[in-house]
C-alpha cells in the first residue's frame, strides 16, 4: 500500500517538474499566484494600519504627561524681556520655554494640535514643565496651568 503511495506522489512530481520545464509560464503563473497572495494578506483589514500611520508616529515621541504653564511677554512675566532666551520674537501658538538641559533651543513640541518651537527657559521650568508663550497676560492667566502630554516632534 505505502509503496503505491510513493509511486503516485513520486509520479505526480516528476508530472509537475515536467510541466513546469516544459511550460515556463505555468511557473511565472504560480509564483505570481503567490506574490499576490502575500498582497492580498499586507493590504486585509488587519494589517491597515500599519501604511498610514506608521510615518507618523515614526517621527513623534511621547515625552509624558507635563504641567503646562503660560506666560506672557509682561513684566510680571518675562521681567521686562521683549526678546525670548534665544533672541528670538517670542510669538504665540509657537514660542515655548522648557528645560533646556533636556530639551534645548529649536526643539520642536506638540501639545494637543499645536507644535511649539523650544525658545525660552524659566526658572520654574524645570524637568517636565513647559511655559507657553501667550500674547497677553489675560490669556496666559485664562489658559492656566494643566497637565497635557507632551510629544517630541522629529524631523
Ligand atoms: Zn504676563
Known sequence: ???IMRKVLL??????????????????????????DTDFVNSGPGAQQIPEEEPETAQEVSLGMFTV?????????SSG????YSGTVPAPNHTISADLTHYPIGTKL???DIIYTVEDKGSSVKGNVVDIFYATHEEALAKGTYTAEVFLVQE
Open 110 to 112: 506638540r501639545i494637543g
Open 11 to 36: 509520479i505526480a512530481a516528476v508530472f509537475c517538474l515536467s510541466l513546469m520545464s516544459a511550460f515556463p509560464a505555468f511557473a511565472v503563473g504560480a509564483v505570481t499566484e503567490i506574490i499576490t
Open 69 to 77: 504653564t503660560g506666560y506672557c511677554g509682561c513684566d510680571r512675566c
Open 1 to 3: 500500500m505505502r509503496r
Open 81 to 84: 524681556n521683549n526678546l525670548t
